[in-house]
């Protein structure tokens, strides 16, 4: 009998994501509405099953340059307190919907002052509607808890600034920072000032590094910045060689991201978009895992992607053969990778995760 985990079962897996953007996870029918309320006129579709059409097939263009320009769209209608609360409070309910028991979830409160907002006013505007989306899934019997992150945009010049306003919210939700934007032309270290400022304050951050750029920006990342964790990381394959015979052979910096621990953020469905991975079937992801990085696997965008974490993870059941001791481990590494304090990961890890996938092995024996 085929014991191999179903997208029904996964769903019931405790999940966790780390790498999850906002602006890129909307509801496609709340683009629609709030495209409508503030008037915005340039939406590819009027229909929310088109416009989500369009999205997964505007992403899946095979360059992140052109990926990144749908996000015109959600940023244009995410300009409002209102907005924000709104779209913030939904998607923490859907991942909890989806499973997800633990989540960071991150945007970049500079692409939202169009309409006048303080970058203040559009944190404390995020951090309201995802305390609003953890009471709706408590009530509906599926806690979930959920930090934001808070991105720089890496072509733009005010990363210090992101950087410190994460500090100041650090104790109300906010769990780190993070750069990302068009990878190629704008490496991590023209933010070393901001990084530096968050090692001085004993923050944490992440750095979209190895996506649609290589090894270089993986290196920087990690030894120049300082970087805690790799967004995305796919690219340090090509630190890898493979002979005929199966033998691996480590180059330096891979041999270091993994001696290290480095957690890697990957987002397979993403890179296959982006053209970083030809499918999924093909992404570094299986090697990485066999290899034991430390792997976690992560939605990237929601929306463009069409998907949950739970598709993330049976598509990757369906091209690997995973099976529930892999899902777990997965689970487990993002876990462990988390921002949050290290007492709340270890009781999510024993009281919840190890438990809630004991359960699921049991029920599906
Ligand atoms: O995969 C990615 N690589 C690099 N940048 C990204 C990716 N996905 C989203 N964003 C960028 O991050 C901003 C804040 O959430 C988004 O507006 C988008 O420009
Ligand atoms: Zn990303």
């Known amino acids: 009998m085929d014991r191999r985990p179903t997208l029904e079962q996964i769903r019931r897996a405790p999940k966790v994501l780390l790498h999850d953007h906002l602006d890129g996870g909307l509801r496609p029918r709340t683009v629609v509405e709030l495209a409508d309320a503030v008037g915005y006129p340039d939406l590819p579709a009027d229909e929310p099953e088109a416009l989500g059409a369009w999205f997964t097939a505007a992403a899946a263009s095979g360059s992140l340059d052109r990926y990144l320009e749908t996000f015109r769209h959600t940023v244009a209608v995410m300009q409002t307190r209102e907005a924000l609360e709104r779209v913030a409070a939904e998607c923490v309910e859907d991942l909890a919907a989806d499973g997800v028991v633990y989540a960071e979830v991150r945007y970049a409160p500079e692409q939202h002052l169009r309409a006048g907002l303080r970058l203040e006013e559009v944190v404390e505007a995020v951090l309201a509607g995802v305390a609003e989306g953890c009471r709706r899934a408590a009530g509906r019997g599926t806690p979930i808890r959920v930090g934001t992150l808070l991105t ?13 306003l994460a500090v100041r919210y650090r104790d109300d939700g906010v769990v780190g920072f993070d750069i990302a934007g068009a990878e190629a032309g704008h490496p991590p270290t023209r933010h070393l000032d901001a990084f530096e400022y968050l090692r001085r304050e004993n923050a944490h951050f992440t750095i979209h590094a190895g996506e649609a750029f290589g090894l270089p920006s993986i290196w920087e990342a990690l030894q120049w910045c300082g970087a805690d964790r790799l967004g995305h990381g796919v690219r340090i ?6 002979d005929d015979s199966g033998e691996v052979r480590l180059g330096r910096l891979a041999a270091y991201v993994r001696d290290k621990r480095v957690p890697l953020e990957m987002c397979p469905s993403s890179n296959v978009q982006t053209g ?19 792997v976690t696997v992560n939605t990237d965008n929601r929306l463009l992607g069409g998907i949950t974490l739970s598709d993330e993870f049976a598509a990757l059941v369906d091209a690997f053969g995973y099976d529930w001791d892999d899902l777990e481990w997965f689970t487990v590494n993002a876990m462990k990778s988390a921002f949050a304090p290290f007492d709340e990961r270890l009781a999510l890890i ?15 024996r």
């Open 237 to 242: 394959v090509d630190d890898i060689g493979v």
């Open 350 to 364: 024993n009281g919840l995760i190890k438990p809630g996938f004991a359960r699921l092995r049991w029920e599906v």
């Open 152 to 164: 720089a945009m890496r072509h733009a010049a005010r990363s210090r600034e992101i950087a410190e």
């Open 276 to 294: 970083a991975a030809s499918s999924v079937a093909d992404h570094p992801i299986g090697l990485l895992r066999r290899l034991r990085f430390r």
